[in-house]
């Protein structure tokens, strides 16, 4: 069965350090999406992408943060200059139509 | 604007009684609405889902939900549970204009007592 992946599992940086987060949806979808859950709270919607543009972004996705599909397959999130509170989980979504959104296994970014 | 709630941040039954993980919503449109569920160091996995069709809405692992307009719910039900159940389960709603994106509610983590 087809599904999203997520690389890498697991991020450590420092503050004020670039980091870009890396996803891989599943190859006929045509909407894509990140959300992110800090530990302990709930999951919140950071963009949504489709048409190789952002069709809509959170307040949480400010100037750091940018999201590009560099090459028809891979989805990336960069945050140009980590802070602590960027800490969290990263998820990517994606969906074919409408509905169900198909999420992979999430990338545990630590700041420094 | 949409949100949801649920309304118990954790949830205990025994192995073989039933479960009902509960979920008000909130939405000024006709509303789409999922059961996410999350297990340990794991990703989000589809339960369920709601889409205006059947309000009785059969998902995986053998859970249900029942889509009630009048009392704006959509509470989780399971007949026995199972010890692999344990797990956070997230209600969701989703945007239907365009871009359908999700709100999550805060989660209910759920455990089963052997």
Not at chain 2, 42 to 63: D, H
């Amino acid at each position: 069965e087809p599904e999203v992946t997520q690389t890498p599992s697991h991020q450590v940086t420092q503050m004020g350090q670039e980091v870009i987060l890396r996803c891989v949806p599943i190859s006929n979808h045509l909407y894509f999406y990140w959300y992110r859950q800090i530990l302990g709270q709930k999951v919140e919607f950071l963009v949504s992408f489709y048409n190789n543009e952002i069709s809509e972004k959170s307040e949480i996705f400010d100037d750091q943060f940018s999201v590009e599909r560099p090459d028809g397959s891979n989805f990336t999130l960069k945050i140009r200059s980590t802070k602590l509170e960027d800490s969290a989980m990263y998820f990517c979504a994606s969906r074919a139509n409408r509905y169900e959104q198909y999420f992979g296994p999430g990338t545990r970014l630590t700041v420094t | 604007a949409q949100s949801v709630t649920q309304l118990d941040s954790h949830v205990s039954v025994s192995e073989g009684t039933p479960v009902l993980l509960r979920c008000n919503y909130s939405s000024s449109y006709s509303p789409s609405l999922f059961w996410y569920v999350q297990h340990p160091n794991k990703g989000l996995q589809l339960l369920l889902k709601y889409t205006s069709a059947a309000t009785l809405v059969k998902g995986i692992n053998g859970f249900e939900a029942e889509f009630k307009k009048s009392e704006t719910s959509f509470h989780l039900t399971k007949p026995s549970a199972h010890m692999s159940d344990a797990a956070e389960y997230f209600c969701v709603v989703s945007d239907p204009r365009g871009n359908e994106k999700l709100t999550f509610g805060t989660g209910t983590r759920l455990t089963i007592i052997p």
